[in-house]
């Protein structure tokens, strides 16, 4: 799951928008993430923009993966 990097002339590059993802209705969904820790929120934007992948098409890759994938996967339990 990659997005292709696009160059403008006389600027940096410009990560796309992924059309992968458009939704098909005129329903929209927000997901909100509260409480991330900086210090690894920083690190993956760094990463990201590295790598020319907009943290949305990122979020939603890892989404789709893991409701097409066949084993079930629970949340740990606290210890």
Same mark, same amino acid.
């Given at each position: 799951?990659? *997005?292709?990097?696009?160059? =403008? ?12 993802? *458009? @939704?098909? =209705?005129?329903?929209?969904?927000? !997901?909100? $993430?509260?409480? $991330?820790?900086? =210090? ?21 890759? +890892? !989404?789709?993966? +893991? ?5 079930? =996967?629970? @949340?740990?339990? @606290?210890?």
């Amino acid at each position: 799951m990659a *997005t292709e990097a696009v160059y =403008t002339r006389g600027m940096a590059k410009k990560r796309g928008y992924s059309r992968e993802f *458009t @939704p098909k =209705t005129e329903r929209r969904v927000q !997901l909100l $993430i509260d409480r $991330i820790p900086p =210090t690894l929120y920083d690190a993956v934007r760094a990463k990201a923009k590295r790598e020319g992948v907009s943290l949305r098409a990122l979020v939603l890759g +890892w !989404l789709k993966d +893991w409701v097409a994938s066949q084993e079930p =996967t629970a @949340p740990e339990e @606290p210890r």
